[in-house]
């Protein structure tokens, strides 16, 4: 057990000291007793001594303190929280190209706009990350079911050269497989959107993610933004829709143009449901309070029942 505020069980060296001068007082009476030496007169003007009784009310008291210092110490133990663990990772492409204007108002902000949408059509219970791609990817927001860390990404992106297809897959590939404890061999169910014009130019071949993610049953749904006549400042910039189509029939998902938050509903639909567990700290000092009214009223109720006062 570990506590939030240890500095505070200083105070048990005063009920240590209270128990103390508990035993001193008590063995001074012994001794007084002992010097009353007409024991015959001792009977006669002394009643009955109430033995062992007298120390209960003392000692449930001591006991009250003990555990009410400890609740102040604010105690804590770990603590088993059920989380679910469905996943989406989205993973948008953050390229040059995605500055192209062939879909309106541009294929990045289109693409913005779904993810956007899509995040927030996701049932609350779904762990929802995010990944950019340019020349390498990154992850931005880690799977949980906080939904403004993910918006607010989203609404903060800048282009960069290059374009990872590959990368971006295992790299949400790798993110769900250390989503918790329980992933490397309770992997939980997953799916990833993948927004991007298609592009591929550097990093690992798509089709290879797209047999790994096969091999890890994560479906990856694919949205191509752009047309093949697309141009970015004189260049043209042309879509790979088959590259993107074939990334997600391979790995179980589907493939898009361009499409909106509703029409990805279907993404997430058969995802499924996987209950894990996650350790937290958690304040107990409620049951050491409570335990010790009881050792409160303990005391209270024998003093009365014995002795006809309270303690």
Do not use: C
Request: no cysteine; hydrophobic share 50%.
């Amino acid at each position: 057990m570990t506590f939030f505020a240890p500095e505070r069980l200083w105070l048990l060296a005063a009920v240590v000291a209270l128990a103390a001068a508990y035993v001193v007082v008590q063995r001074r009476r012994s001794s007084y007793a002992v010097r009353f030496t007409n024991i015959a007169l001792l009977d006669k003007v002394a009643p009955k001594r109430p033995g062992w009784r007298r120390h209960v009310p003392a000692l449930a008291f001591l006991a009250m303190l003990v555990l009410l210092v400890t609740g102040f110490a604010r105690p804590a133990a770990n603590a088993r929280v059920p989380r679910e663990r469905a996943t989406i990772m989205v993973a948008l492409d953050v390229s040059g190209s995605m500055a192209a204007t062939d879909v309106e108002p541009d294929r990045l902000e289109a693409a913005q706009r779904a993810a956007l949408a899509f995040v927030d059509r996701l049932p609350a219970r779904f762990n929802v990350g995010l990944v950019v791609f340019s020349r390498n990817a990154s992850v931005l927001a880690q799977p949980s079911t906080d939904r403004e860390v993910v918006r607010g990404q989203l609404q903060s992106l800048s282009l960069g050269p290059g374009t990872a297809i590959g990368e971006a897959v295992f790299t949400a590939l790798s993110t769900i497989a250390s989503f918790d404890q329980q992933a490397a061999s309770s992997p939980p169910p997953a799916r990833i959107v993948l927004l991007s014009d298609g592009a591929n130019n550097t990093g690992r071949n798509p089709a290879e993610a797209a047999d790994a993610a096969a091999a890890a049953k994560v479906p990856v749904s694919t949205i191509a933004y752009g047309t093949p006549d697309g141009q970015l400042n004189g260049t043209p910039v042309p879509v790979d829709g088959p590259t993107l189509q074939q990334l997600a029939e391979t790995s179980g998902g589907s493939f898009y143009e361009a499409a909106t938050g509703e029409e990805l509903q279907q993404v997430y639909q058969d995802i499924g449901s996987s209950i894990g567990f996650r350790t937290e700290r958690r304040e107990v000092s409620a049951w050491f309070i409570g335990i010790g009214l009881i050792a409160a009223l303990a005391a209270a109720a024998a003093s009365l029942t014995w002795f006809s006062r309270l303690p």
